[in-house]
């Protein structure tokens, strides 16, 4: 069964930092496409970033330079350091793991996080 659990949501002021967790089990991170998704109220969800099998990242332009994604395969956890928050950051954040097939996509429960002005 494969599990992802989210933690490090919250309530920060503008220009503050987070950190948010997502740790794996029963799949290896390190043979997935993991990513961060964001759902701010009454829009779409969107890709916030995401880092292949091979290392490489990709990150959307509203969050490049401001917000790094990492992974520990010893831990199978990924990490979204997010840096100089904004009001528009604001949103629910999800945790995604993509495999090889269409089948393989699985979500976590998401964590808040709320970015004050």
């Known amino acids: 069964q494969v599990q992802l659990v989210e933690s490090g949501g919250g309530l920060v002021q503008a220009g503050g930092s987070l950190r948010l967790s997502c740790v794996v089990s029963g799949r290896r991170i390190s043979m997935n496409t993991m990513a961060w998704y964001r759902q701010a109220p009454g829009a779409q969800r969107e890709l916030v970033a995401a880092i292949m099998p091979g290392g490489s990242i990709n990150y959307s332009d509203s969050v490049k330079g401001r917000f790094t994604m990492s992974r520990d395969n010893v831990k199978n956890t990924v990490y979204l350091q997010m840096n100089s928050l904004e009001p528009d950051d604001t949103a629910i954040y999800y945790c995604?793991?993509?495999?090889?097939?269409?089948?393989?996509?699985?979500w976590g429960q998401g964590t808040q996080v709320t970015v004050s002005s």
């Open positions: 995604n793991l993509k495999g090889l097939f269409r089948s393989d996509d699985y």
